[in-house]
Nanobody, 119 residues
Framework: QVQLVESGGGLVQPGGSLRLSCTAS????????MGWYRQAPGKQRELVAS???????YYADSVKGRFAASMAAAKNAVHLQMDNLTPEDTAVYYC?????????????WGQGTQVTVSS
């Protein structure tokens, strides 16, 4: 079992920055991938960025060059630095961890943190 708690959301003006953090507890040794998803009102949840335990990263096209994800060496946290934010980035941001034990994969989600970009 892994528990995830997000923090760092809030209200920011267009062009501003925010840094989201997700702290993991429990069986963090089994975490293979941590990622950030977001869900805007009326839209499906989408993958924004992910980081593997080997530091391989993935970014959605819409955030490339603006967002940077990083995972702590102890695999107990993942961060999302968000720069040059636009109103289109407004959403609830969720942290997700994928664990692996043998051939069994499990997904864990945080409770979400609201990011609002508005003037």
């Amino acid at each position: 079992q892994v528990q995830l708690v997000e923090s760092g959301g809030g209200l920011v003006q267009p062009g501003g920055s925010l840094r989201l953090s997700c702290t993991a507890s429990g069986s963090v040794f089994s975490i293979k991938v941590m990622g950030w998803y977001r869900q805007a009102p009326g839209k499906q949840r989408e993958l924004v960025a992910s980081v593997t335990s080997g530091d391989n990263t993935y970014y959605a096209d819409s955030v490339k060059g603006r967002f940077a994800a990083s995972m702590a060496a102890a695999k107990n946290a993942v961060h999302l630095q968000m720069d040059n934010l636009t109103p289109e980035d407004t959403a609830v941001y969720y942290c997700k961890a994928v664990t692996q034990r043998g051939s069994i994969l499990n997904n864990y989600w945080g409770q979400g943190t609201q990011v609002t970009v508005s003037s």
